[in-house]
């Protein structure tokens, strides 16, 4: 007699929905379909929560529309306030946020294009590097307003520098090559596909300390605040200098040094050339 | 305007501004900030002729930077380059006529201006030209005889004037079409 052959096995055996099963294997199954339904059931919830959220968010952004649009500072709150809920007032979807009549995309995409500006007239001085605080400064001198979007009239004139990161954040997200970096506390924007590992931003970091020599460094500078040897150190000036991101100041008999234009002091208001 | 109350550029004041710059890029940037300080200095200031040695430009006191001869000589040479300047002597190089406008600007800003005032097919003199009553406001009012020369210069060599002698420089015609 032949042993029963699988196919035999199930016919006899009669699981539910064809599954092969004997005791223990038999419960298996079951507690997949049990898991399924409950993972459905917990998505469905979720989802409904979600919906309830943004719901809320939504009239809260109503009521709150005036303060959203003019302070940057509940702005920023707001925006907030959606981020870790997966909610994204900003998004170019129609519908939903829309019909909110928020406006504050279009403030943030038109800001986005602004600041782009800025740092591709700047490039040429500062290698593609400025910090957040000098564009700011630099679109508040041009008197820079914006518009929210034609539903809701009116005119944005007061922006932050969060709402600067936003729209650098916006731009980051459609793959332009722009980010932000941290250098110390202060927050720059990169609009160049450099690469600048830690050793770079360590050197500026650096040159970004306050003190009489905020804005540049000399190689024992780094090397005194690194430990590092003098090869590595020239090595991250050297590609700081080859990006237009550092400047070298010769003086006879004096170290050279290094200096920084996004992170320089003074700053450069009259900088942009006409050429 | 006098030396005391002109008004720097930032770059002026940025330590490396006084560095030729070996990296081509920013170099080019920095001498291109150059260019226009010097032109717009010896234009605000009416200043004709840069003394190469006398420049007060090429050092700043406040932030003790100076550009050494040889840097001084590279942004000297890529104004002249640019069209800016014209050196008197230009075996010794030592005095550079500033060129407020390049030739071919004020020559299509004289051909403008001659079109406007029925100056076409009619004869002008040179004098007229930087010092005549019907110029007031011209980018060509007041200027160098020299420049002015070169534009008309210019303009002949595009069939739009032709210059004949008179008794005097000053009374050289000419003849737009």
Redesign the interface.
Known sequence: NKPPTRKQTRLTEMPRRGRIGVGRASAAPRFTEKAEEMKAVSLQSAMETVQKLETKLADFSKKHKHEIQTDPAFRAKFLQMCAPLGVDPLSSKKGFWEKVGLGIGEFYYELAVKVAEVCLASR??N?GIISVSEVRRILMKRGTKFKLSSSTGGKVDKYSRDDIITAVEKLSKLGSGFRTVHVGSTVMIVSVPTELNNDHMEVMRIANEDGPNKG?VTVIDVQRGTEWNEDRVRRALDLL??E?MA?????KGKNS?F?F?SV?K??????E??? | MTAENFEY???Y???????I???L??R???L??W??LILKYHTDLRIKTLVVHECPLWKNETIG?ELNEAEVNAVMEDFCKSGHGEWEDPGTKTRCRILWRKPEQLASDLYDWAEKNGFINSVCTVYELHSGEDVNGMSFQGADEQLLRRALAVLESQGRCTVFKGETSSEDGIKFF
């Open positions: 040429s001085r290698g540049r200098l080859s237009g400047w070298i100041d010769i003086q040094f200096w234009p320089w003074e700053g450069f208001d009259s900088f050339s006409e050429e | 550029p930032d770059f004041q940025f330590p490396p501004s006084f560095t710059q070996p990296v890029a920013t080019e940037k920095q291109a900030l260019r226009e930077r």
